[in-house]
Structure formats: structure tokens, C-alpha cells
């Protein structure tokens, strides 16, 4: 399929800074956008300069002071707008997804579904920020804990989710009455313009204050540690790879700002002898390699028990031969895999496959990069099947690829032990019709991942729940539960109408 992209107001050549409605003169390099299912050019973008960048800084503070004494369902009530808008481009916003990054259309769709949720999530979050009350331990006292906005929210934005993870926090910090300055990555810098394109006329018949939803299209050369550094950034979150979220973190850290991580995931699939193996296939086939192996939660290790390791060896092999001829054009309705992002994506899926097999890894199935009419550019691989062990370094560490291991247990404590024993801690599941096993996977002794499911795979989380994992994940949490929190300030409230002096502890202080 194609989509004429001034559907989405995408020009040849495009300004790369935005404050709501208004766009910057932009006079930085210029970044082509060439979409990896051909290698074609789609459009290009003015990447922005630290004078734009202060621009921007000095409009979001200015609108900062405005929005915040906006009531917050008011906030939500643009929100709700927001959502519709992006209901409305649905479709073509969908497809610019999918031609930018490369995902499957189906799974582009699924992207601004994910946004449009998140929309709706936060509207009836906007009249929930609610603080505790508590008894004072002095009479005529009372106690409580509020909430409020924190100020400038930098949201730092990965290839491979190239709108959603913008929705699940810039929705939240916008209820919550921050204003946020969004960098995209350079990967994808047009999918982030459309988006801006999508809500300006909602900023603009709301009067919402240009400064409160901010786009900036930068190299990390021009903002990247300074982002990080600035203190007038009250809080950083950056969704990317664990290496990229150490640096930020140390940076942000040293000024005690705060940070939200959502870094790599190594997440593994518990495959017991008491699975449903046809549903267990489904879902290791879908997490494993849709989106062509880079989602954050895709799955990358099967933890096999030995009484089931050959019949899913071979099963899982059969899937991927029968899908093997629907890698191709993402656009197209029958493909189920698309092209990795781009080239350093599949030099790093070669290499993974060469090294692992050097540590003693065998290659079962796929692991090449494809040729032909069919895939125009050198970015489409047939994805893998290696027998490995837990300990390798490839198996240790997050390739964004569609690789995934096979490894055999005996018993669930061993499988658990192996499911832990990496240093990422994103998303886990197990699959088993045995009460015991399942209940022990989501025990403290179970699964130390920030997500841990039972008959339902590692990736496709829904937006309702806190979404980020643990250790080389970085602990950050975005999306539903509560996640609002991490965009506002806690403040303890005791006020005395006693009319008399009373210090806490029963402390006497008489003079
Ligand atoms: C990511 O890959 O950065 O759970 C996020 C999922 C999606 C989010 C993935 N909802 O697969």
C-alpha cells in the first residue's frame, strides 16, 4: 500500500522543532529519512541547534507557569482531544510507523491504538492524582499528602516504538500539568513531526500555551549529555538501550534530577511440561519475531523443559519455515515480518549469530540476510534458531533482532534461576496449565522481572499497567497503575487549627 504523506502535513524538507502549533526556522543539518523497506528517501528534516533548543527551554518555562493552574481534568479534557485526533489519522499515522521503522502496518496500527489508549487512560487519570490522608499524632491537626507537576519533562525516544512511548509519558506529564520536550530519534524523526502535526490544531482551538508540548529533532552532538545536564529539566525519560540510559542516568544523577528508565530487556519465555503447546507456539512465534525481533519485550530466550525441548525444537522450527516466505514489504496485508531498522541492526544480527556459534551455540534455523527481487535493500534476515546456554555472552546480552535461544531445564527452580540469571530484568512469562508452577514463577522467589505473565507472552503489553523492568532495565516505570507519580512532586501537608503549639513526639520546648 501507499499513503501520500501530505495527508500527515509531511513536506520534502521539514523544519525539525515545534512548541505546539508553531514551528522553529530550524537551520541545522539536514537528516534524510530513508525508510528501511526499500532504502528510498522519504523525506528529510532540519535538525534543530542549541539556540533553537534554549527557544524551546525558555517557551516551555513560560507555559509551565500557565498550565500548571490549568485544573487537571481540564488538562485531561485536551488529552481526551488529543486521542481523538490521533483516532482520526489512525490509519495514516499507522502506515508512517510502519514505513519509517519498518514494522508490519498491523502492528504500526496496534502503535497508535497503544497512544490512543493511553489518551483515554489519562483522562480518567486526571481526576484521580490523588494524595493520602492521615491522622495526625496531635489533636486538631490534620495531615495529607498532595500532588503536584514537577516542571519540564525531556522525553527521549527509541527507533523501534517511534510514537507510543511519547503517548505513555508525555499524556501522563500533561494531566499531570508538566510541559515536555520530546526528542525523537534520529531514526525516525518524521513519524515524531506527524505526530506534532496531529494534535497542533487541538493545542490551537484549546489555547493551550505554545511551550507545553515541545518536538525537537537534534543530533546527540547537539543535545545529548547537555539535555541531561540541564537543570531546568526536572525529569529525563529515556526509553533506549541499557548503555545509553547508564550515561544519561550518571549525568542526571549527579544534579539529583530524576530519571524514568526503560533500557534492554533479555526476556525469556518458561516453556513447562504442563504447557499448551499450541498456544505457547503462537505467542513465542509472535514475541520472538514480530517486529522483527526489537521490541524492548521481544523474546529472546526459550527456557524448555527436557521432556518437551525436541517437540518444541521442532515445532517452533516448522513455524518459522511456514512463515518464511511472509518477510518482506511491511506494507504489504500478508507479511508478517518486516526489515530490521537498518543496516548496523543487521551487521549486529550476523555478528550475534557468528559469535554465539563460536561460544558453542548451534544454529538451527535461519540466521542469514536475505537477497532477492523481494527484499530491495540489504535489511531483511531470515530470523534465527540457536540451541545455546544461558551463560554464553551473546545470550547474555540484547541483540534487537529476531534471535532467539533455546535452552533446557529440569526443574522450575531451575528454570527460574535461569530466567533471572542475566542482567536485564523486563518481561518473563511461563507457560503451564500447573497452579503450583505458575504461582511460583509470580512469587518473590519467582521472576525478578518487572513483568512476569503466565500463558501470555513476554511482548504486547496493554497500556493499564506499569510498563518498565528491573536492574539492566533500569527500574523505571511508565504507562498505567500509578506511573502518573514519577511526573509529579509529593508534598506533606499538617496543618494546626489546635490554636496552640504542639511539637510532634511530645517534645517539650518551653521558653
Ligand atoms: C518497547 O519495545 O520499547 O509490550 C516497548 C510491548 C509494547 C511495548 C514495547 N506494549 O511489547
Redesign the pocket.
Known sequence: MTLDLNLLGIEAVNPGASTGSEWLDTQGDVTASYTPVDGSLIAKVTNATLDDYEHIVAKAQEAYKKWRIVPAPKRGEVVRQIGEALREKKAELGYLVSLEMGKIYEEGLGEVQ?MIDICEFSVGQSRLLNGATMHSERPFHRMYDQYHPIGIVGIIT?F??PV??WGWNAMLAAIAGDVVIWKPSSKTPLCALAVQKIIAETLRVNNVPEGVFNMIVAKSSVLGDNFAADKRISLISV?GSTAVGRRVSAIVGTRLGKTIL?LG?NNAVVISKHADLDMTLQSVVFGAVG?CG?????TRRLIIHESVYETVKERLVAAYKSISDRIGDPLEKDTLVGPLVDGTAVKNFLHAIDEVQKEGGKLVYGGTSLKGEKYPNGNYVLPAVVEAENHYKMVQEETFAPIVYLIKYSTIEEAIALNNNVPQGL?SCIFTENLVEAETFLSETGSDCG?ANVNLGT?????GGA?GGEKDTGGGRESGSDAWKAYMRRQTNTINFSGQTALAQGITFDF
Open positions: 497503544e527509541s523501534n516504538f507510543a512511548v526509553t526503560e530487556g517486529t526489537q521490541r524492548c519485550t521481544s518481561s513483568i511482548s504486547g503489553a496493554e497500556i510498563f
